[in-house]
């Protein structure tokens, strides 16, 4: 592998452990990008009714983020090439269902980001409606995000996970966790009717489409070359070890308050343990819960905005080019992908506007159940197909040798594959009965 790829973009590779921790960041982004508000929910709902059990499925979900996430980042730095020019080799299908999938998703997740931004804004603002409060938070995370520069989304995606993490690893420390049942639940238990919550949780630590867009974050960074694996390898694990700390505080929070309590479904159920601290310990513990619930859904939108919009502009590019043979290792993607910024552009812009503006006449619904459940249909479809993509990808000449997954990473990623997959089907079967 050249160390010319991006070489007008590329930095010297840390040395140290406290240089290598000043580099984190793509992984944070990513991580933080894929926990909203949806998944805190769905890690209460657990808590609620299985208390500290399932605190394991939480761990093992940490495992699995981090082995595909990882895989993402060594496509790029081994084979010198996007996801996007991986996928094309799969044949022109692949594009075209990224594609579909692509501008469908973005109008559904659209409304269902702006919605999830603006509950917490009117529980502390009630002035302003949601629907309103929904197209500012749209507003501002376009306008941070198309006018801003990887280095200032990034510091500022970085200050909202430590919001995130102080209010609700915060909150788990305030409602005062019973410490023996907490360590019991990382002890592997399936307790009647738990096995589709086990799933839910070992999925939702951190993950949709937003995953491969993990790879365009090294390649913001500077980041070339498979002598960047191992610092790769530290960012990937320090954000999903974070939102898995941050998941579990919220399955304790769950767990301690709301056991045995029936929760509303969707992000509305947030408000209800923003309401029960609030009886529980004052206002003084409502308010920094529901900014907390601000910071996780708001990182989600401006991560997605950025994220999905360069994935879709990679997206036009490579649908443009030549064909390209299966084995094609070349080394010119990453430098055409650079030398191209300015060429992209137009469409990176033009998809955040789609993620902006249309999905507002979806606000305009009272109560948008249609969307939550198109949304969840649509984020199950994407995770196998990432999942069985990259076990292609990265076990054949389409990279090279050092970059070629092993026997752990093709394991993970199988069992991503058939866990992912049985998601899906259960998620499609329960829209539809």
Request: charged residues 15%; neutral net charge; hydrophobic residues 50%.
């Amino acid at each position: 592998m050249s160390d010319k790829v991006g070489s007008e973009n590329a930095v010297a590779v840390p040395v140290g452990w406290r240089a290598k921790l000043r580099q984190v960041g793509p992984g944070m982004m990513a991580a933080a990008t894929g926990v909203g508000a949806g998944d805190l929910v769905a890690t209460m709902v657990a808590g609620s009714r299985f208390g500290y059990t399932l605190l394991w499925a939480v761990v093992v979900g940490t495992i699995f983020k981090i082995a595909l996430a990882e895989a993402v980042g060594r496509w790029h730095l081994a084979s010198g090439k996007t996801i996007i020019s991986g996928w094309r080799t799969l044949g022109m299908w692949v594009l075209v269902y990224f594609g579909a999938y692509a501008v469908v998703w973005g109008f559904v997740y659209g409304a269902t980001a702006m919605s999830a931004s603006a509950l917490p804004l009117n529980a502390l603002f009630p002035d302003i409606s949601v629907r309103y409060w929904g197209m500012i938070c749209g507003v501002v995370g376009l306008t941070l995000v198309m006018f801003s520069r990887y280095g200032i989304i990034e510091k500022f995606m970085t200050f909202l996970v430590g919001i995130m993490f102080v209010t609700v690893v915060g909150t788990a420390i305030l409602v005062t966790p019973n410490l023996l049942d907490t360590l019991n639940g990382f002890v592997p238990r399936l307790p009647d009717g738990s096995f589709v919550y086990v799933l839910g949780l070992v999925g939702g630590v951190g993950g949709t489409i937003t995953m491969a867009a993990y790879g365009y974050w090294t390649m913001a960074k500077g980041w070339r070359s498979v002598r960047w694996l191992s610092m790769m390898r530290l960012d990937n694990t320090v954000g999903y070890v974070t939102t898995g700390i941050f998941v579990i505080a919220m399955l304790i929070v769950g767990s301690e308050l709301l056991i045995g309590q029936e929760i509303i479904s969707g992000d509305e159920g947030l408000l209800v343990l923003g309401d029960t601290l609030a009886a529980d310990y004052g206002q003084w513990a409502r308010i920094p819960f529901l900014v907390g619930f601000f910071a996780v859904s708001f990182s989600s939108l401006v991560g997605v905005w950025n994220g999905v919009s360069l994935l879709f502009a990679d997206w036009w590019r490579t649908l443009r080019l030549p064909g390209v043979a299966k084995d094609d290792t070349g080394l010119s993607d990453l430098e055409d992908h650079d030398r191209n910024a300015g060429e992209r552009s137009w469409v990176y812009r033009g998809y955040m506007l789609w993620l902006t503006f249309p999905p507002m006449l979806l606000l305009f619904l009272d109560r948008p159940f249609q969307v939550t459940v198109a949304y969840g249909v649509l984020g199950a479809l994407f995770m196998p197909f990432l999942a069985g993509t990259l076990l292609v990808l990265l076990n054949t000449s389409r990279v090279p040798r050092e970059g070629r997954s092993g026997w752990l990473s093709n394991s993970l990623l199988t069992i991503c594959l058939v866990m992912f997959a049985y998601l899906a089907v259960d998620e499609i079967i329960g829209t539809f009965s």
